[in-house]
T-cell receptor, first 115, second 115 residues
Framework: DADVTQTPRNRITKTGKRIMLECSQT?????MYWYRQDPGLGLRLIYY???????NKGEISDGYSVSRQAQAKFSLSLESAIPNQTALYFC??????????????FGPGTRLTVL | EDQVTQSPEALRLQEGESSSLNCSYT??????LFWYRQDPGKGPEFLFT???AGEEKEKERLKATLTKKESFLHITAPKPEDSATYLC????????????????FGQGTILTVHP
């Protein structure tokens, strides 16, 4: 089974709709992240969470919100979707900041299309 | 501000034709440079972490090296299955602040290896 899973894998929605993307991990990591990827722009950080009680904005948080329901679950919501939020969304996890091993492990991604 | 620039944007090689990808970076106190491989429609897959200038790591046909300003990913005798986008990311080492521990990604190099 995959260590980091994302649901749904593909989603088509309409402008103005609220949508939630979910991420679950079995790696036991404290830190979780949400990124979006657009052609030519690379991976950009939306939100990140150091632990269940800690949520931080990334570089492009406007129009998004998150919820860390448990150590293993981190959800991303688009309150009112707009077409320029069409992108590939990735969840990632990593060990605690005090660990020597800080590589991030990524989920398979969610392809979101907003019409 | 941390910055990562990868070159070239795209690279086409013949099978067996060795080459290198470049990752130039500016970061306040490097605490890790990361290389990832990403296949189309999938999440980035971790390859290497380098921590200090002069460090080298190898995995099959790939070898990553690090200087104080850049990293190279050398591909020796590539095969078509090495075709992917290769991403470089840096982690700053300064404590406190909003960017501590987060990764900054480059735009990636799209590698195509023809048989």
């Amino acid at each position: 089974d995959a260590d980091v899973t994302q649901t749904p894998r593909n989603r088509i929605t309409k402008t103005g709709k609220r949508i939630m993307l979910e991420c679950s991990q079995t790696k036991g990591h404290d830190r979780m992240y949400w990124y979006r990827q657009d052609p030519g722009l690379g991976l950009r950080l939306i939100y990140y969470s150091f632990d269940v009680k800690d949520i931080n904005k990334g570089e492009i948080s406007d129009g998004y919100s998150v919820s860390r329901q448990a150590q293993a679950k981190f959800s991303l919501s688009l309150e009112s979707a707009i077409p320029n939020q069409t992108a590939l969304y990735f969840c990632a996890t990593s060990e605690s900041i005090m660990s020597s091993y800080n590589e991030q492990f990524f989920g398979p991604g969610t392809r979101l299309t907003v019409l | 501000e941390d910055q990562v620039t990868q070159s070239p944007e795209a690279l086409r090689l013949q099978e067996g034709e060795s080459s290198s990808l470049n990752c130039s970076y500016t970061v306040s106190g490097l605490r890790g440079l990361f290389w990832y491989r990403q296949d189309p429609g999938k999440g980035p897959e971790f390859l290497f972490t380098l921590y200090s200038a002069g460090e080298e790591k190898e995995k099959e046909r790939l070898k990553a090296t690090l200087t104080k300003k850049e990293s190279f990913l050398h591909i020796t005798a590539p095969k078509p299955e090495d075709s992917a986008t290769y991403l470089c990311a840096v982690r700053p080492g300064r404590a406190g602040g909003t960017s501590y521990g987060k990764l900054t990604f480059g735009q990636g190099t799209i590698l195509t290896v023809h048989p």
